[in-house]
């Protein structure tokens, strides 16, 4: 059910990308250092929203790989605590006389 979800959302993306480049098909020139070169509006807006996509994604990247980190350790604590306390339920209780 989650994998025909994913597909669904690529697919409405991609209906939504080809009807944005079919209403923005004019030439924009783009000046930079070493030129210029003419591309569709639609591509600059596309490609500038994957490039801040990406580099997003490389910078939650350095916070979130620690936390993983973290949370993996404290997954194994609570685990060797569990069975610590599974361990002392089974030990029977005697009486200290």
């Known amino acids: 059910m989650i994998g025909f979800l994913k597909l669904l959302f690529v697919i409405v993306i991609v209906a939504i990308g080809l009807?944005?480049?079919s209403n923005n098909t004019e030439?924009?020139?783009?000046?930079?250092?070493?030129?210029?070169?003419e591309l569709s509006i639609s591509f600059?807006?596309?490609?500038?929203i994957l490039i801040g996509a990406i580099l997003g994604f490389l910078t939650s990247f350095g916070i979130i790989l620690p936390l993983r980190r973290e949370r993996s350790k404290l997954k194994k604590s609570v685990k060797t605590a569990e069975q610590e306390?599974?361990?002392?339920r089974s030990i029977p209780l005697q009486d200290a006389d």
């Open 85 to 88: 306390v599974s361990n002392l």
């Open 27 to 37: 030439l924009v020139t783009i000046n930079y250092y070493l030129g210029q070169t």
């Open 44 to 48: 600059l807006v596309i490609g500038s």
């Open 19 to 21: 009807a944005f480049h």
